[in-house]
């Protein structure tokens, strides 16, 4: 989610994305459609990712090139208990 690159068959088609600071996105067009615009970061450090069951979660900071460091949480819903398919993701920054 934060390298701005994903592969789409890593999302249901009807994946949903509630960020903080945009409208909910809806649908695995639109999310991989906004991931492409994102700045690029330099670097991710990603400080814990966690998954059970049908849910998982990362954190950590990402650093872009203008040097804005900022946090990330990414809670994910999965379609099955094998994880890989996402179907709702939440994220706090």
């Known amino acids: 989610m934060e390298c701005g690159e994903a592969m789409p068959e890593a999302f249901s088609e009807d994946v949903t994305w509630e960020q903080p600071a945009t409208q909910l996105l809806s649908g695995k067009n639109a999310l991989l459609e906004h991931l492409g615009s994102r700045p690029k ?42 994880a890989n398919c996402i179907s709702v993701i939440k994220s706090y920054s």
Request: net charge positive; with cysteine; glycine share 10%.
């Open 41 to 82: 970061p330099t670097s991710i450090t990603v400080l814990h990712a966690i998954s059970h069951g049908k849910v998982g979660a990362a954190n950590g900071e990402v650093r872009l090139a203008n040097g804005h460091t900022r946090r990330f949480c990414h809670v994910f819903e999965f379609t099955n208990t094998k």
